[in-house]
């Protein structure tokens, strides 16, 4: 199994990356490659620059990355109660070479916030999207608090760490 995490976050400190790299973890299944984003040199998604210049090595780059996995663990960070524009972004243009580019993935997806809500409505949108492009959520989690709940790679509050993990254990058997 090919298994691949990433945040959908560009942010060096992200703690939406934080999250997913603990969750992989948790998983113990087959080598799991953790993405970053930054590690793509992806422009915001305009039509124009697909007529002009079609599609950047970058983009292909991730595209591939995404394609070739069986299960993907991705975090959505959350701005002004929406998905990131740098993951929006790169699902449009993944999107664009072909439209159910996630046709047969298995996903887990979460969410983290420092807030109480633990951006949930990222959760949410994301999901949406996720699964209109063909990806099959078995399983979500959302951490809120994240300062007061997660600390030195993993998470603190024994209660939510116990959800997650059964979480995992839950994904792992649908998968």
């Known amino acids: 199994m090919i298994i691949k995490a990433f945040a959908g976050s560009n942010s060096s400190t992200s703690i939406n990356k934080q999250l997913v790299t603990y969750a992989s973890s948790l998983l113990n299944k087959d080598q799991i490659e953790i993405l970053d984003l930054d590690d793509f040199d992806i422009p915001t998604f305009d039509i124009d620059i697909e007529k002009e210049q079609g599609f950047s090595d970058d983009v292909k780059r991730f595209y591939q990355k995404l394609v070739d996995s069986d299960i993907l663990l991705i975090s959505l960070a959350e701005h002004n109660a929406c998905i990131t524009a740098v993951f929006k972004s790169y699902m449009d243009w993944c999107s ?3 439209y ?3 046709e047969g993935k298995k996903v887990f997806v979460m969410s983290t916030s420092p807030g109480g809500y633990g951006a949930k409505n990222s959760l949410e949108i ?3 999207l996720i699964t ?3 990806g099959d959520i078995l399983v979500d989690f959302s951490l809120p608090k ?5 600390a030195e790679g993993k998470i ?3 209660e939510l760490n116990r959800e997650l993990i059964l979480k995992i254990d839950e994904f792992r058997k649908k998968i």
């Open 96 to 98: 664009r070479i072909n």
């Open 100 to 102: 159910k580019f996630l």
């Open 126 to 128: 994301g999901s949406k």
């Open 132 to 134: 209109k492009l063909g």
């Open 146 to 150: 994240f300062n007061e709940n997660f």
């Open 156 to 158: 603190t509050n024994e």
